[in-house]
């Protein structure tokens, strides 16, 4: 049965109508048409679906969307401002730290919810924390090289305390 | 080994082979299109944009294929747009694979700007009665710099399509002047942001669903369906031509769900697999081809050693994060197709066969795509999109699931490998036999100098959905080779790395090795118990790889790390270093899993490993310190830089267990998942 929900999504107000049960990667995909987030494994096992629910990493396509509504949640979408890249993803860019691109949204909201925690990283955090999200491509070293940047200048600039 | 892809993979004639003098006019581009208007178009306000039918899968091609037209027409790259894949609009091309963007597409569209540039030059020289000599190219625009006088490119072709033919002699910016340079990559920032949109990604208006019913094994074939509970579902239309039984929805869940709904009853084939499967592929061989150099009754009386080894690979998969999928739209006979594949001319004609319209009829695009590595070549979400399409006269997408597309998809060939060497006590080889069952060609050819040599392929009929994969049966065909080179060091108790150097008469590939060797500090390892190091080396498609490997092998439980690679690679001119860097970084990765721990595991033709969950691949964790070493020969044309970085991975590792343990692995994977190797 359908029921009708509220979401908040990258600080926006949606109200979807959906089976409590259905993927919240299906409903970001459907109905605020958010598709950063990409159709990966269906079973959490490859973090190319990666959003972030109240600052914890959210496997969505294993995630019922009824488990989500009144919590904020943050697509790749949201981490640009105002026509501005992201710290993150402007290093991922500088670094090379993607091929096809297919797994980046993932990698980037992951590892932005590892940054909110803890700025100041060791490459053996980012590892352990980034070991859920795939790289077929095989980007590892670049993307571990765009985070320690990224977490360079947000430790430089503060900018943490925005939190987007 | 099916004949379609054994054509498909069979290397190509070897760009720049023979032409090591710096020759570097360009091969055909494969396409009867002599217009610069083809391939090349400036409008009014001075914009460039490039046609061309190769297609965006990771490898960067977007913004090597733009830096090389920019460099021609002396233009800022972000002033290039290409336009990729997109049959009714690039000139035909025959695919995205066998490492032919760089070698062949590269050079091309370096002629065809080049030749534009002048065709630009004769323009202004008309229009301003001076001599064309007098003219140059700069920003963008024609200068005439005796009178200052500039006009830009756009306004000189007032924005039409350019007729002319273009020449294939037209002056290029000669190799030792080009640049070779990191261009930031075109089209990066919508990946950043999430804005580009895949194929899994687009919406058509008043598009549905598609699913498909499959078949729980490779050949089998429906023997009873009934889809009544399917039909009675809601919103949902079945459709059933045949074999083909697929259901569409209004969304993809509803599909899934009444796709599932359907009972079916199949008749399936005893098919090898598990631990029969290598004596499978070995007794059933087709007719060989046989390629025979001297003989090997004489090679072998004159040796002081001979050694008989035998080789095994797994099936391994692509398992692209981007799943197979299609968007499929009729407007009357009119087909437009969004699908990722690597040939969107070869998946038309699959169209064209399937809905017997004529090609002109059909369009196929392909929005850059969530990778490939070889194995999108076929058509098969596209041909099942457009089929429900047809049948329920609305806008249908298909997309893959990943059970689906592990399944249902083609895998890396498995193979067995033979071989039987012959040497002399200084290390020099005398014979070489070398007997490869269903691997496949690419890469089976010995690059070292032996005098006596039998190479044989003996495809098989193979017990699962066999095709194309990155660098194809040369990683297997290298993992066979290089082993066995290790194997016969060590049996001579001579270095690994001289005893190929001794048996190399290419200078291209001794100077990888020497390359490789020095940056890893080959020959000055201190001994340590539990870690070794191993060499290996190769060539495919005209370019040269080196690897060195070092591991840490857990005496307890045998569980290997890899601690460090350094590659050596040489692709001729390199074009944009930092790609061709990335190129080999992923290469290595995705190669250690190919080494390490990927498998197919099939049980009857039905495939068990279908899933991520239970088909390991390299994450973060697996990760070594990768160096690579380039070497830039601006004297030799480019190679392709995606496929030859692979090759050398597997044998380097397998070489360093041995090296840290004394145990010989012969069989990829070589070790079981995540449990070490059994000794």
């Known amino acids: ?164 | 080994m099916s004949e379609e892809r054994d054509t498909r993979t069979r290397p190509g004639p070897e760009p720049g082979a023979g032409q090591s003098g710096g020759g570097q006019r360009p091969l055909a581009p494969e396409s009867d299109a002599p217009k610069i208007g083809d391939w090349l178009h400036i409008d009014t306000d001075g914009l460039i944009t490039v046609y061309t039918g190769k297609v965006e899968v990771g490898q960067n091609i977007r913004t090597s294929l733009a830096q090389v037209v920019a460099e021609e027409l002396c233009d800022s790259i972000d002033r290039v747009k290409l336009v990729m894949g997109d049959t009714d609009l690039t000139p035909f091309d025959p695919g995205t694979f066998g490492s032919r963007t760089s070698s062949i597409m590269a050079p091309h569209l370096r002629t065809v700007a080049a030749s534009t540039r002048e065709l630009l030059r004769e323009l202004a020289a008309r229009q301003w009665q001076v001599p064309r000599e007098e003219l140059c190219a700069a920003g963008g625009s024609i200068l005439h710099p005796a009178s200052g006088r500039s006009a830009g490119y756009g306004t000189l072709t007032k924005g039409q399509k350019i007729n002319e033919h273009y020449n294939e002699d037209a002056p290029v910016t000669p190799p030792d002047r080009r640049t070779t340079a990191n261009a930031l990559r075109v089209g990066g920032r919508a990946l950043v942001t999430g804005e580009h949109q895949y194929v899994t990604d687009l919406t058509v208006p008043g598009m549905l669903a598609g699913s498909l019913l499959r078949p729980p094994a490779f050949g089998a074939t429906l023997r009873s369906v009934d889809t009544m509970a399917a039909e009675a579902m809601p919103d949902v239309l079945v459709v059933r031509e045949g074999d083909f039984i697929g259901v569409v929805a209004p969304d993809a869940s509803t599909a899934a769900g009444a796709i599932s709904a359907v009972r079916e009853e199949w008749h399936r084939h005893e098919e090898a697999s598990g631990e029969d499967l290598y004596s499978y592929l070995r007794t059933h061989p087709a007719e060989p081809p046989v390629e025979d150099t001297g003989s090997l009754v004489v090679g072998r009386a004159a040796a002081d050693l001979t050694l008989d080894t035998t080789y095994t690979a797994a099936y391994i998969a692509h398992a692209p994060p981007e799943a197979r999928a299609a968007v499929a739209e009729w407007s009357g006979e009119k087909l437009t197709l969004w699908t990722g594949t690597q040939r969107p001319f070869g998946v038309r004609g699959e169209l064209a066969l399937a809905f017997d319209i004529p090609e002109e009829q059909i369009r196929v695009i392909v929005p850059d795509t969530g990778a490939a590595y070889g194995g999108k070549h076929t058509g098969d979400a596209a041909v099942e999109a457009a089929r429900l399409a047809r049948a329920v006269r609305k806008p249908v997408k298909v997309v893959w699931t990943r059970e689906e597309e592990f399944a249902q998809a083609y895998v890396r060939p498995a193979g067995v490998i033979d071989v039987a060497s012959a040497v002399r006590s200084d290390g020099s080889l005398i014979a070489w036999e070398f007997h490869n069952y269903n691997a496949g060609a690419a890469g089976i050819r010995t690059p070292y100098a032996v005098p006596n040599q039998r190479v044989a392929i003996h495809p098989t009929k193979s017990p699962l959905r066999e095709g194309s994969y990155r660098a194809l049966a040369a990683t297997v065909n290298h993992f066979a080779r290089e082993t066995h080179m290790d194997e016969l060091a060590c049996a001579l108790e001579l270095d690994p790395l001289a005893l190929r150097l001794r048996n190399i008469r290419e200078s291209r590939l001794w100077a990888v090795l020497e390359a490789a060797a020095s940056r890893f500090g080959w020959g000055m390892r201190p001994a340590t118990d539990g870690r070794g190091v191993g060499i290996a080396c190769g060539t495919e498609k005209n370019s040269f790889v080196a690897t060195c490997a070092e591991v840490a092998v857990d005496p307890a439980s045998n569980r290997v790390t890899v601690g460090r690679v350094v590659q050596a690679f040489e692709c001729g001119t390199i074009i944009n270093p930092d790609a061709v860097l990335l190129q080999n970084e992923g290469a290595i990765i995705q190669g250690l899993g190919g080494a390490l721990f990927e498998e197919i595991r099939s049980g009857n033709g039905t495939i068990l490993s279908d899933r991520l969950s239970r088909y390991r691949v390299p994450r973060f964790a697996d990760v070594p310190k990768i160096e690579v070493v380039l070497l830039d020969r601006r004297d030799l044309p480019s190679a392709g830089a995606g496929e030859t970085p692979i090759v050398g991975i597997a044998p380097a590792v397998g070489n360093a267990i041995f090296d840290a343990t004394g145990v010989r692995l012969r069989s990829l994977p070589l070790v079981s998942h995540d449990s070490g190797f059994a000794v």
């Not at chain 1, 640009?80 to 710290?87: A, K, M």
């Not at chain 1, 095989?138 to 985070?147: D, E």
């Open chain 1, 1 to 164: 049965m359908s029921s009708v929900m509220d979401l908040c999504v990258n600080g926006a107000a949606h109200r979807v109508s959906a089976e409590a049960e259905k993927s919240l990667l299906l409903v970001l995909r459907d109905d605020p048409a958010l598709t950063g987030a990409k159709i990966g494994c269906g079973e959490g096992e490859c973090g190319t679906c990666t959003v972030v629910v109240d600052n914890e990493v959210c496997r969505a396509c294993i995630t019922p969307v009824g488990a989500v509504t009144g919590k904020r949640i943050r697509t790749v979408e949201g981490l640009e401002e105002h026509g501005q890249l992201h710290p993150l993803q402007q290093a991922f860019l500088e670094c090379g730290a993607l091929q096809c691109g297919y797994c980046t949204s993932g990698m980037l909201r992951a590892a932005w919810a590892l940054l909110q925690r803890n700025p100041a990283l060791t490459e053996l955090e980012i590892i352990a924390h980034m070991q859920g999200n795939v790289c077929r491509c095989g980007c590892y070293p670049r993307i571990v090289r765009a985070i320690q940047q990224a977490s360079r200048h947000l430790e430089a600039s503060a900018a943490l305390e925005v939190p987007r």
